[in-house]
Antibody, heavy 123, light 108 residues
Framework: EVQLVESGGELVQPGGSLRLSCVAS????????LNWIRQAPGKGLEWISYISTSSYTIHYTESVKGRFTISRDNAQNSLSLQMSSLRPEDTAVYYC????????????????WGKGTTVTVSS | SSELTQPPSVSVSPGQTARITCSGE??????GFWYQQKLGQAPVLVIYKDRERPSGIPERISGSKSGTRLTLTISGVQAEDEAEYYCQSADTSASYVVFGGGTKLTVL
């Protein structure tokens, strides 16, 4: 079964740091690009970061640039998101997703989603 | 512009046809995609490349596109179709992946 399982979400104070992890199974992890998508309470979906298969290409949404770092370990089938200088507006469920498509193809979409991990930034 | 606009809500009676639209300039050049998110669950891809259906998605769910408007159609709506639906496209020059604001489908 193709699966993504996130972990690491918890309550953290503003200005604090947190590392999210995502472990994949059921597919050839190194062959797929990955995204982190988040959803604030009662709000819509927001893409926040992308990493290509070899980690050569990385993108971030503007609001997390300089604070969040995406990385992957293809040997361990794992994806990470290091978050620092956390703000209350970072409070959300964070989803790890498998990406299909590429810049060459001109499209990207997510065909597999994890169940998410909850990050709460509050004092 | 990379914005995608969806109506906040759509309501239909069981057995009727629901149509959810998504508008945006990016759609004239990019494929559109649809995700279904039931309460408390992760999103699920239901339509890709404007009109293709992943395996396991019922045939009564279909997609179409005309110009800058993407449409998700659910025929013979059932109670289990009640969910939030998000459209998505790609802006390769800016935010990379963009989502619409979501549409709450209510089955009356």
């Amino acid at each position: 079964e193709v699966q993504l399982v996130e972990s690491g979400g918890e309550l953290v104070q503003p200005g604090g740091s947190l590392r999210l992890s995502c472990v994949a199974s059921g597919f050839t992890f190194s062959s797929y690009s990955l995204n982190w998508i988040r959803q604030a309470p009662g709000k819509g979906l927001e893409w926040i970061s992308y990493i290509s298969t070899s980690s050569y290409t990385i993108h971030y949404t503007e609001s997390v640039k300089g604070r969040f770092t995406i990385s992957r370990d293809n040997a361990q089938n794992s994806l990470s998101l290091q978050m620092s200088s956390l703000r209350p507006e970072d409070t959300a469920v964070y989803y790890c997703t498998r990406v299909l498509g590429s810049s060459r193809l001109g499209y990207y979409y997510m065909d597999v989603w994890g169940k998410g991990t909850t990050v709460t930034v509050s004092s | 512009s990379s914005e995608l606009t969806q109506p906040p809500s759509v309501s239909v009676s069981p057995g009727q046809t629901a149509r959810i639209t998504c508008s945006g300039e990016a759609l004239s050049k990019q494929y559109g995609f649809w995700y279904q998110q039931k309460l408390g669950q992760a999103p699920v891809l239901v339509i890709y490349k404007d009109r293709e259906r992943p395996s396991g998605i019922p045939e009564r769910i279909s997609g179409s596109k005309s110009g800058t408007r993407l449409t998700l159609t659910i025929s013979g709506v059932q109670a289990e179709d009640e969910a939030e639906y998000y459209c998505q496209s790609a802006d390769t020059s800016a935010s990379y992946v963009v989502f619409g604001g979501g549409t709450k489908l209510t089955v009356l």
